[in-house]
């Protein structure tokens, strides 16, 4: 399986694969999540069944608790801003006022006293809608005289982002060879295992509203919300508790919460929704529906001189908050050139807006397309210049940091060449050709293909700040402290849901205070009890808030060992912190942290006002973030028949700096390696011409299932990190960046002796065989073109 | 609770379950077996069933028996029965081959044999089998009971010969002769998943050369059929390599393809084209 090596960091907890101190209520049905909680009125969301229209009247049957915009008189629209790139603030209703814009948008909220009438209710009310041909395909709602659909952004662009680099021109001018690409990636949804919840309740004894949902960002929510409904912020408390899954659908602000808190207030009651499968893969956010034109200038030696690139991503009907709309294109514009070393570059990225359901940030955040496109012209440009895909990834990799991007981004330090080498070594690539050569010959086909990629990763507010976002996340505060009975608790603003950091901060705190970790107790994901902070997406979370762990557990180390110096009368440098206890360093004197503890809070006055009272510490992180790296490589079989891909062997080498704890990490990668895979072959949301779907379940929409995983190595470097004060990286999105572009290049190198080019995903079995089938039938007239000349 | 509101009558004997459905079918009654087709169906509320005859705890239903000429098969009879042979010789070892790859595990140990043919998905293995195979359908209401050839039984895509009272109480298999050999090949983009083509062969030799070949293709068509273009390329001919892709082939051209918006009727051949062929490669 993977290799867990642990290099000699002298450490205790850290490095260890300890088990997740999560799993024992998961996995013994303990876990608590938003639909489980009672609540006396229930909603279902009637949404448009049309893509685009204007409503000419809801109706329902009398007396039925029916809400529509009209009753949301005051709300304000969910607006998003951006300062930059010509963005254009476009406005959505919490109820459909007027126009709807995709289907699915919410139109009215039906209410009842439980799920199954608010059901049975929801059947009933009928939306009048006139409807006008909806625009699916942002190419078409880019071509002139498309229909607007938004009055603020004139030709359906609501952003555009453009650079030049000033030696473009001439160095494009001496290139020896352009290698270009076409590349598509249609659109997915992250489909999270807990679908969408919300459950708001009302205090009658404070009027606070509390919002249980299944949110990455809980306190960014209560802001939101207490904004657009018009409330004190003091007067909501936002809970995510378990959350199963989120993958950045759960990091953007959706209409259906601050609905729910508004109706808690207005019926003064408990107001719960749970969507339904097929709502999600409908109405919730949707990611990567992108094209991407990108050529790359070469010299005569296959070194990449500049990089041209335009890339046209379809946001959908509106802008998610906070992120608005730019996350996809403007992370394409900005890590565009990825790990190669290329100074000369073009781009124009636009957002622009359809009748589909709005994009929001997903795993991977656009890298998943552009790692696709780059590595994809990596090797066409291999091809065309007839070396190998590794020598030509050798020949233009990063090798010397800090190194400048053409776009000013600064990477730190990286291994890609490193981790490159690695994985050739571990697949042992002569033996693969042999194998390979040896299959055509029996009539199948077998390919690798490899990507290299980097990844941003636990960047603070100075590089979020760069995308003139209004709302500019970052840093993270920890409170840290031993309560009088000598455990710990730390209280976060990170909202961790299946990322394991109670067990990764807990090893971190562990290490410095000399505790075991399961002493410790991460809390998180409530407004009322743990500091503000911005959640967990990003792969931001083990880096900046287990940075600001780190900083607020030294300073609970400094005070202990004040404490036990007061204690044991012993100097500070004397004494060590272990196994609980703080000692005289070669003495048998010692005293227990819980007696600290207790010390620290009942008898301060021993203290005589040297010490301060209490034991609890905080620490606030904002880093200049850093950069992980991989070489993804997979090996497949294509069958030509079928067009089916079975993936034989998926490798990852990966170099996230200090790893805190193994088992997580490679968990981490596991799990995003199947979304890339999704990604790759399977995974697509199909509209129809109408603007409807036609993916609605997961019997359309196809997830992989464990059976479609290949078995994945893993091989991690480990280089420690100067960037991160916990030495480690971010590593949460490095799976799904990579593994579409090295399925894909696989199936390209398997299908070599056909000369077809597959350069969208996901690569499913019909444009296989459809490449296959036009390969095949080119050939055939070319021949009969030829034997027609020699007639 | 996501379906519409029903009611669910359990009859415990057939004749009481064949009243019950003649008194409901008239208000969209339907039989509930296995519940693995209805109930996700019902949860879209695409259906919105006012009955449900819940057939479960009716007695007599549950019988695979075997007379020495046919395989009969009860309406409760789940399609986990079949992961063991249920029969000895080629029809017991085929039946046990083609239900692995039904659905995933938990469906086949809920999912009934008759509930397929009743529910007929073009994709359906049992439908494809009783296609095949020439299967005999008994079926029965208060008015009596009527049996149906395989033939006449599907009428198209989730389409079947039965009227709104009548329970498909019973299917019929002919056994299979000894010495006959099977093969079954089928094609999904995830394991667990209908097929988007799939195809049961089987054929005697007499003489070396192929005798009474059915070649029955599945989830290319609205219903499963077998192919007589295929078949006729077989027969007479020794099994081998140039005459199985010369009955691919044919059954490719044969068939009326189904689109949907990722497949094509290219596509579809395609499909045909290669599960054919591998179902006779299994065949030997
Ligand atoms: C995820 C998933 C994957 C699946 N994959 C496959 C697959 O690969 N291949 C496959 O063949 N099936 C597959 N199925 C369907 C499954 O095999 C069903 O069990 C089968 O289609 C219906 O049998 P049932 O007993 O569950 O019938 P029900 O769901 O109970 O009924 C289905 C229909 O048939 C009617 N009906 C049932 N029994 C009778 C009867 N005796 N007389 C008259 N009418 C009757 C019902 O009224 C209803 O209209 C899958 C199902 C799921 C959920």
Redesign the interface.
């Known amino acids: 399986m993977s290799t867990h090596e642990t290099k000699g960091s002298g450490l205790k907890w850290v490095g260890r694969a300890i088990r997740r101190l999560e799993d024992p209520a998961l996995v013994t049905g303990q876990g608590r999540f938003t639909a489980d909680l009672p609540a006396t009125h229930w909603v279902r969301f009637v949404r448009s069944p049309v893509a685009a229209g204007t409503i000419k009247s809801v109706s329902f049957p009398d007396g039925a608790r029916v809400i529509t915009a009209a009753d949301l008189t005051g709300v304000k629209k969910i607006t998003p801003m951006l300062h930059k790139f010509s963005y254009r603030p476009v406005g959505q209703s919490i109820l459909a006022d007027g126009q709807v814009r995709y289907v699915g948008e919410p139109v009215a909220i039906a209410v009842a006293s439980s ?2 009438d608010a ?2 209710l929801a ?1 009933l009310v009928e939306a009048d809608i006139d409807e006008t041909p909806p625009l699916v395909d942002a190419r078409a709602a880019l071509a002139d005289g498309a229909p607007q659909i938004h009055a603020e952004a004139p030709g359906n662009v609501i952003l555009e982002g453009k650079v030049q680099t000033p030696g473009f021109d001439s160095v494009w001018d001496r290139a020896a060879k352009i290698v270009a690409i076409e590349a598509r990636s249609h659109r997915q949804n992250a489909t999270p295992m807990e679908a969408r919840a919300g459950h708001a309740s009302y205090d009658p004894s404070t009027g606070r509203i509390t919002l249980t949902c299944t949110t990455q960002m809980p306190h960014l929510m209560r802001t939101a919300i207490a904004d657009l409904l018009g409330m004190r912020e003091s007067d909501l408390r936002v809970i995510a508790p378990d959350v199963g899954g989120g993958f950045g659908q759960k990091m953007s602000l959706c209409a259906e919460y601050v609905a729910l808190v508004w109706l808690a207030r207005k019926l003064k009651s408990s107001v719960a929704w749970t969507e ?1 499968r ?1 709502e999600n893969l409908i109405a919730s956010f949707h990611s990567r529906d992108q094209y991407i034109s990108l050529e790359g200038a070469f010299d005569q030696d296959s070194k990449l001189l500049a990089l041209r690139a335009d890339v046209v991503s379809n946001v959908g009907a509106y802008s998610c908050f906070p992120t608005t709309s730019g996350v996809e294109p403007l992370m394409a514009m900005a890590e565009m050139p990825g790990p190669y070393d290329v100074q000369q570059y073009q781009c124009l990225a636009r957002g622009v807006l359809t009748n589909t359901c709005t994009m929001a940030a997903y795993r991977g955040v656009s890298r998943p397309v552009i790692t696709f496109t780059l590595e994809r012209l990596m090797d066409k440009a291999a091809t065309a210049f007839g070396i190998d895909p590794i020598d030509i990834r050798r020949r233009n990799l990063i090798g010397t940091f800090p190194y400048t991007s053409a776009m000013g981004l600064v990477y730190d330090e990286a291994t890609y060449k490193e981790t490159l080498e690695m994985a050739v070594a571990a697949i042992d690539v002569p033996a693969f050709r042999a194998r390979q050569q040896a299959a055509r010959a029996r009539g199948q086909y077998l390919g690798i293909g490899f990507a290299t990629f980097s990844e941003r990763t636990g960047y603070g507010s100075p590089a979020f700040a760069a995308r003139g976002m209004a709302i500019t996340p970052g840093w993270e505060t920890v409170h840290l402290t031993v309560d009088p009975s000598g455990f710990v608790e730390a209280r976060i603003g990170s909202s961790p849901h299946g990322q394991g950091l109670r067990t990764t901060l807990a090893q971190i705190i562990a290490d410095e205070i000399g505790v075991a970790p399961d002493i410790i107790k991460v809390i998180h994901g409530d407004t009322d009890t743990a500091p503000y902070g911005w959640g967990t997406f990003a792969s931001r979370s083990l880096v900046i808030s287990g940075g600001a762990t780190l900083l607020a557990a030294r300073k609970v180390r400094a005070k202990l060992l004040k404490i036990a110096s007061h204690m044991l009368e012993a100097a500070p440098e004397d004494i060590v912190l272990e196994n609980g206890s703080a000692k005289v360093a070669g003495t048998d004197r010692t005293v227990t942290i819980a007696a600290m503890a207790r010390e620290a809070y009942t008898q301060t006055h021993r203290f005589k006002g040297e010490i301060e009272p209490g034991l609890t510490e905080s620490g606030t992180y904002d880093p200049p973030g850093t950069f992980s790296n991989a070489c993804h490589v997979a090996i497949v079989a294509v ?1 030509i ?4 891909v079975r993936i034989e062997r998926f490798l990852v080498a990966e170099d996230a700096g200090r790893i805190i704890n193994p088992m997580i990490a490679d968990g981490q990668v596991h799990g995003g390696v199947a979304q890339g895979i999704g990604n790759a072959l ?1 995974e697509e949301i ?1 509209y ?1 011409e109408s603007g409807g779907i ?1 993916t609605a ?1 997961l ?1 359309d929409y ?1 997830p ?2 464990a ?2 995983m290949p078995p994945i190595e893993l091989h991690h470097l480990e280089t420690p990190s100067t960037q991160s004060i916990t030495k480690a990286k971010g590593l949460g999105e490095g799976g799904s960046i990579g593994a579409p572009a090295a399925v894909v290049n696989a199936i390209n190198d398997a299908l070599a002796p056909f000369n077809v080019q597959i350069d969208e995903i996901p690569a ?3 444009r296989i ?2 490449a296959l ?1 036009d390969a095949t039938n080119s050939a055939r007239s070319r021949e009969s073109g030829n034997l027609g000349a020699t007639l | 609770m996501k379906p519409a509101a029903f009611i669910r009558h359990v009859p415990k004997t057939l004749d009481e379950a064949l009243k019950v459905l003649s008194d409901v079918a008239p208000d969209d009654g339907r039989v509930l077996a296995g519940g693995q087709s209805l109930v996700p169906i019902m949860a879209f509320r695409l259906a919105k069933p006012a009955h449900l005859v819940d057939i479960n705890e009716v007695e007599g239903l549950q019988h695979i028996a075997c007379d020495g000429k046919t395989l009969s098969i009860g309406a409760r009879v789940r399609h986990a029965a079949f992961h063991k042979p249920v029969v000895d010789g080629p029809l017991g070892a085929l039946l046990s081959y083609v239900a692995r790859h039904i659905a995933h595990y938990p469906i086949r140990m809920r999912g009934t044999f008759c509930g397929s043919l009743a529910h007929a998905d073009p994709s359906s293995e049992w439908c494809l089998v009783s296609a095949t195979l020439g299967a005999t359908m008994v079926v029965k209401s208060t008015r009596g009971e009527r049996r149906i050839a395989a033939a006449d039984f599907f009428e198209g895509i989730m389409s079947t010969a039965l009227a709104e009272d009548e329970l498909l109480a019973e299917v019929r298999l002919p056994l299979l002769a000894a010495d006959t050999k099977f093969g079954f090949y089928e094609f999904s983009r995830r394991a667990g998943d209908f097929a988007m083509a799939s195809s049961l062969v089987t054929y005697r030799l007499a003489g070396g050369k192929i005798a009474d070949a059915r070649v029955g293709v599945g989830g290319a068509e609205p219903s499963p059929r077998r192919i007589a273009e295929a078949e006729a390329a077989l027969n007479g001919n020794a099994p081998g390599e140039d005459h199985f892709r010369a009955a691919a082939a044919a059954a490719a051209d044969a068939v009326e393809p189904l689109e949907d918006h990722q497949t094509t009727g290219e596509y579809r051949r395609d499909l045909v084209r290669a599960v054919v062929h591998r179902a006779l490669e299994h065949s030997i």
């Not at chain 1, 028949?641 to 089916?644: D, H, V």
């Open positions: 799920e199954e059901e049975d059947d339904d097929r069958d028949e079928t067009g089916f399977l199909v129809d036609l379940n019997a196809m992989p299932t059976h479609e499913t079995p019909q065989r459809a089938r």
